[in-house]
């Protein structure tokens, strides 16, 4: 039982360039969560998905676009990358019983952007 | 949907209680709380949460007071290994940025 993980781990990028980040689960989860964290902030939500095929955005979504073709897998793309886009991704998955909703989160991925 | 406000920063002496306060006076009447720790970079790790009574597990105890406007999270016993930033949220999955506890030799 592998949890949550994320690949790539690092990565950097010139500014313009694009990629997929991807974030498998193997708890049968439906909910599935990206955020980002800057230095010495707390994480912020950037979309989220509630079920295979169903994505919504978080807090900071602009700048990104998610996939949750599967339902163990939910990607986090960046298509034209900026430098403000620098940070370190985590992905969460979650179910939800009644109004319990507890959250398990991936390594993370850290993201350079020259 | 709560907002939550925490410490920047606390110390905490090896071996004596920890305890953790959050206020979260906008949190409605089924939402839970929860508690998480980040350790250096890596993912944040839940630790415990509750609704409106006491809650304890093997990590920590989390106190709610009554009006269920602010809690508590008391690690009884602080270790080294404890030294983390911790996060109270709701259900609203709003990190905000913690309380950094430093636990001393």
């Known amino acids: 039982n592998a949890g949550v993980t994320q690949t790539p781990k690092f990565r950097v990028l010139k500014t313009g360039q694009s990629m997929t980040l991807l974030c498998a689960q193997d708890?049968?989860?439906?909910?599935m969560y990206w955020y980002r964290q800057d230095p010495g902030m707390g994480l912020r939500l950037i979309h989220y998905?509630?079920?295979?095929?169903?994505?919504a955005k978080g807090e900071v979504p602009d700048g990104y676009n998610v996939s949750r073709l599967k339902k163990q897998n939910f990607l986090l793309g960046l298509e034209s990358a900026a430098p403000s886009q620098t940070s370190v991704y985590f992905c969460?998955?979650?179910?939800?019983?009644?109004?319990?909703?507890?959250?398990?989160f991936g390594p993370g991925t850290r993201l350079t952007v020259l | 949907d709560a907002k939550t406000t925490q410490p920047p920063s606390m110390d905490c002496a090896e071996g004596r209680a920890a305890n953790l306060p959050c206020n979260h006076s906008?949190?409605?009447?089924?939402?839970?709380v929860y508690w998480y720790r980040q350790i250096h970079s890596q993912g944040p790790q839940y630790i415990i949460h509750?609704?409106?009574n006491n809650e304890t597990n093997e990590m920590a105890s989390l106190i709610i007071t009554e009006d269920r406007k602010s809690s508590t999270l008391i690690l009884p016993h602080a270790t080294l290994r404890d030294t983390a930033v911790y996060y109270c949220?709701?259900?609203?999955?709003?990190f905000g940025p913690g309380t950094r506890l430093s636990v001393l030799p």
């Open positions: 969460a998955s979650s179910y939800l019983k009644g109004t319990y909703n507890e959250q398990f």
């Open positions: 708890m049968n989860h439906e909910y």
């Open positions: 998905s509630v079920g295979e095929g169903t994505t």
């Open positions: 906008t949190i409605s009447g089924n939402e839970y």
């Open positions: 509750g609704l409106k």
């Open positions: 949220i709701g259900q609203n999955f709003v």
